[in-house]
C-alpha cells in the first residue's frame, strides 16, 4: 500500500445523461475512455445530484451543502466567496488546486483554487476565431432568444456574467444556422474542450512532484451543440427518432406546460438537439481519454483518486422534455465513478443511493484530510455538520453495502412552483409546493416513470410515510424561499 500523499483528479462533464455510457449497459454513443476509468474503479449507478441545474449543482458539489443553504439557486446566483469549499480543503491541506474550465461561478473570485483557467483565457486563445463560437452561441437549436441576446453565461458566453453593461456586443454580428448539421466550423483542436484536455495535461506534467487537488471541467455535451465535423457526421440530425411522449396527463400541470412547449418545436430542431448532444458527447469522451494517457504515462495511476461525474442529465426528448429542469431520473441522476487503483475495488457497481455533493467529504476521508468548519457553512446554526451529506467511502470500499435510506433533490425554489424529491430504493415522492399536484413513482415497476400513482389509495401509506420523510430533511413550508 503506497504511503505518498495521494494525488486527486476530478473530471467533470455538464449535462451528461447517467445512462448514456458503455459502462452503463448503452452503446448508442461509445464512451471507451470514461469506461477506462470505470474498469479501474467503482461506478455508481444510483448516483444523484441536489439541484438539476448547472450553477446550483455545482456551488453543492464544491461546498458539500445543499441549495437552499448556500442560497445558489439558478444560473444567475453566485456562490458567496465566504463558504469554505472542497478546494480550500486541499488547499489548506497543503494540496495544489487547479481547475480548468467551466464551474460557472459568474464572478472573479476562485473559491480556493490556486490555478485557474476560465473560458476567457480560451477565448484569448481563439483570438478571431472567437467569431465562430458567437455563431453556436446563436444558434441554440432549443432556444432562438439567443440569437437576438448573445449572453449564454451558462455555456460561458460571458464567463462573467456581467461582463458586459447592456446588451452583448456580438449581437448583430453572428449569421443563421439551417441545422441540417451540427458540425462546427472549429476545427477539433480548437475546442474549448480540446483546450481543456490539453492545458490539464500541462498541468499534470509541470506539477507531477506535488500532491495536487485538480478539476478538469468540460463544457460537453452541454450547448452549444456543435461538436468537430467528424463527431457531427456520426449522428446526423435526419438519422435521429424523437421518442413517443404518451399520455402527460398525470403529471403536474407546470410539466405539461412544458412538454407542450417542446412539442411546438419544430421537429427538425429537436432532432438537431438530438444530434448536437451525441456527438457532443462523443467528442468529449475522446478529451478526457488525453487526460487518463498522460496520467497513466506518467506513472500517477496508482497513487490519484480519479473521479469522473458530471452536474446533473438530460431528458433527450424523454416524456417530450429537454435538457434538465425537472425531478425526472434522466434530469437529476448523474454519473459518478471513483477510482483508486490497489486501494479501492476495481470494476466493480455499485447500487447504492447516493447524493454526489458527498464527494467533499468522501476525498477527504480518503486522504486522512481532517474536514473544517467555516463560519460561513455554519451559519444556519454553530452546530450544524459542516457538510450536509457525509462520505460515501465506505460504500466505495464495499460497493455491495447498502447506502442511504434515502436521498433527496430540490428545484426551483424562489418561485411560485418550487419542487423537492425524496427517493428510496423503490420509490420516488415529489412534492410540487404550489401545485394542485404532486409525484410518486414506482420506480421497481415502472422505471421510466410514466404512470404517477400520487392518487392510488392503496398507495397512501407509501405516500404518508415517504412525505413524513421528505419533511424531516427538509421542510418545504418553511422554505426561506417562499
Not at 497543503?94 to 490555478?115: P, Q, R, S, V, W
Not at 434530469?331 to 457497481?349: A, D, G, Q, T
Not at 410518486?440 to 422505471?447: R, S, V
Not at 398507495?459 to 421542510?475: A, G, S
Request: hydrophobic share 35%.
Amino acid at each position: 500500500m503506497t504511503t505518498k500523499t495521494p494525488n486527486i483528479l476530478l473530471i467533470m462533464t455538464d449535462q451528461h445523461r447517467a445512462d448514456m455510457m458503455t459502462c452503463a449497459g448503452n452503446d448508442e454513443v461509445p464512451t471507451p475512455h470514461i469506461d477506462r476509468i470505470a474498469e479501474r474503479g467503482v461506478r455508481f449507478a444510483n448516483a444523484y445530484c441536489p439541484y438539476p441545474v448547472c450553477l446550483a449543482s455545482r456551488s453543492s458539489l464544491l461546498t458539500g451543502l445543499y441549495p437552499h443553504h448556500t442560497g445558489a439557486i439558478n444560473n444567475k446566483d453566485r456562490l458567496d466567496w465566504r463558504y469554505r469549499t472542497v478546494a480550500n480543503h486541499f488547499a489548506d491541506s497543503g494540496y495544489l488546486t487547479g481547475l480548468i474550465g467551466k464551474m460557472h461561478f459568474n464572478d472573479a473570485h476562485k473559491h480556493g483554487f490556486e490555478y485557474y483557467l476560465s473560458i476567457n483565457d480560451w477565448l484569448m486563445y481563439l483570438g478571431p476565431k472567437a467569431q465562430l463560437y458567437a455563431n453556436e452561441i446563436a444558434n441554440h437549436p432549443l432556444s432562438p432568444n439567443f440569437f437576438n441576446t448573445l449572453i449564454d453565461d451558462g455555456a460561458g458566453f460571458p464567463d462573467v456574467s456581467d461582463l458586459w453593461d447592456g446588451p452583448s456586443l456580438w449581437v448583430g454580428q453572428v449569421k443563421r444556422h439551417d441545422f441540417s448539421t451540427m458540425a462546427s466550423e472549429l476545427e477539433a483542436e480548437d475546442h474549448l474542450d480540446a483546450f481543456i484536455a490539453r492545458e490539464t495535461v500541462k498541468f499534470l506534467k509541470r506539477y507531477q512532484d506535488q500532491p495536487f487537488f485538480m478539476v478538469a471541467s468540460f463544457m460537453k455535451p452541454h450547448s452549444p451543440f456543435y461538436p468537430p465535423k467528424e463527431y457531427a457526421e456520426r449522428y446526423p440530425v435526419e438519422r435521429m427518432e424523437l421518442p413517443q411522449v404518451g399520455d402527460i396527463e398525470g403529471y403536474p400541470d407546470v410539466i405539461q406546460k412544458r412538454i407542450r412547449q417542446f412539442s411546438k418545436i419544430d421537429p427538425q430542431l429537436r432532432k438537431a438537439h438530438q444530434a448536437g448532444y451525441r456527438g457532443s458527447l462523443a467528442f468529449v469522451d475522446k478529451c478526457i481519454g488525453e487526460v487518463y494517457d498522460a496520467v497513466e504515462q506518467l506513472g500517477l495511476l496508482d497513487n490519484t483518486i480519479v473521479v469522473y461525474t458530471s452536474d446533473h442529465g438530460e431528458m433527450d426528448g424523454e416524456h417530450g422534455l429537454y435538457q434538465k429542469f425537472c425531478m425526472f431520473e434522466p434530469s437529476v441522476k448523474v454519473p459518478l465513478i471513483v477510482s483508486y487503483p490497489r486501494i479501492l475495488p476495481e470494476n466493480k457497481v455499485t447500487h447504492a443511493l447516493t447524493e454526489y455533493i458527498g464527494l467533499y467529504p468522501t476525498l477527504a476521508e480518503l486522504t486522512h484530510t481532517e474536514l473544517k468548519s467555516g463560519t460561513w457553512n455554519n451559519k444556519r446554526s454553530p452546530t450544524a455538520p459542516i457538510t450536509d451529506v457525509g462520505s460515501f467511502a465506505d460504500i466505495l470500499r464495499n460497493p455491495d453495502s447498502a447506502g442511504p435510506e434515502t436521498i433527496f433533490c430540490e428545484y426551483n425554489l424562489r418561485s411560485l412552483h418550487p419542487n423537492y424529491m425524496i427517493r428510496t430504493e423503490r420509490y420516488k415522492y415529489v412534492y410540487n409546493q404550489g401545485d394542485s399536484l404532486h409525484e410518486l413513482y414506482d420506480l421497481k415497476a415502472d422505471p421510466g416513470e410514466l404512470s404517477n400513482l400520487i392518487g392510488a389509495a392503496d398507495m397512501k401509506p407509501v405516500i404518508d410515510r415517504l412525505q413524513r420523510q421528505l419533511f424531516e430533511r427538509y421542510h418545504p413550508k418553511q422554505n426561506q424561499y417562499n
